[in-house]
């Protein structure tokens, strides 16, 4: 009966002194629609964007004033970074009216223009008592008959974060990805 009683009081013990893993997602808010558009007749497909592999996964990173990288023990994304990304971009292309239709890259439909996505930067860097939302995304548009790049751009954001912790960047970065979302949409028009 005492084994009983102490391995229950055990249990019970390390089930109260766990951490709680708080997950994350991104949903950025952009309802910018466009009257008219030259891809208006158009289809386009979103190609699963690129990025460091490292910090694609579910772990959210940091990068601290002396140049520590890691990632949080108690926050992750909900799903990879760079699905989470893929998914926003199609959302805000589908939003924009900009093309006839958006699709994944899971799609074998034809499609008249492909986009390409790399992500080069999406990190919290910490600065003593601040931090910041960094995030760097390149796209290029191409053809899909010949696959010649249309046109290319960086976009770069630094977004400050109201606290330090994971939440603060995962906050920030909404942001970040909401701007992304807007100068991408002028961008394309």
């Given at each position: 009966m005492k084994k009983v009683v102490s391995l229950s009081f055990?249990?019970?013990?390390?089930?109260?002194?766990e951490a709680t893993?708080?997950?994350?997602?991104?949903?950025?808010?952009?309802?910018?629609?466009?009257?008219?558009?030259?891809?208006?007749?158009?289809?386009?497909?979103?190609?699963y964007p690129k990025?460091?592999?490292?910090?694609?996964?579910?772990?959210?990173?940091?990068?601290?004033?002396?140049?520590?990288?890691?990632?949080?023990?108690?926050?992750?994304?909900?799903?990879?970074?760079?699905?989470?990304?893929?998914?926003?971009i199609v959302d805000i292309l589908r939003q924009s009216n900009l093309f006839k239709e958006v699709v994944d890259y899971s799609s074998t439909?034809?499609?008249?223009?492909?986009l390409e996505t790399s992500i080069y930067n999406f990190e919290h860097e910490i600065k003593a008592d601040k931090s910041f939302a960094k995030v760097k995304i390149?796209?290029?548009?191409?053809?899909?008959?010949?696959?010649?790049?249309?046109?290319?751009?960086?976009?770069?954001?630094?977004?400050?974060?109201k606290s330090t912790d994971a939440k603060g960047f995962v906050e920030a970065s909404n942001k970040a990805l909401e701007k992304f979302g807007e100068d991408l949409i002028i961008w394309l028009k």
């Open positions: 055990l249990i019970f013990f390390l089930g109260c002194s893993l708080n997950t994350y997602t991104l949903s950025p808010k952009v309802y910018k629609k466009v009257n008219s558009s030259k891809f208006a007749s158009k289809t386009l497909r979103v190609e990025g460091i592999e490292d910090t694609m996964g579910t772990k959210i990173y940091y990068k601290d004033n002396n140049l520590k990288e890691s990632f949080y023990l108690y926050s992750q994304w909900s799903k990879s970074l760079n699905r989470i990304i893929m998914g926003a439909a034809d499609v008249d223009y492909i390149q796209v290029r548009l191409l053809n899909s008959i010949n696959n010649k790049i249309i046109k290319s751009k960086l976009f770069e954001y630094l977004i400050p974060c």
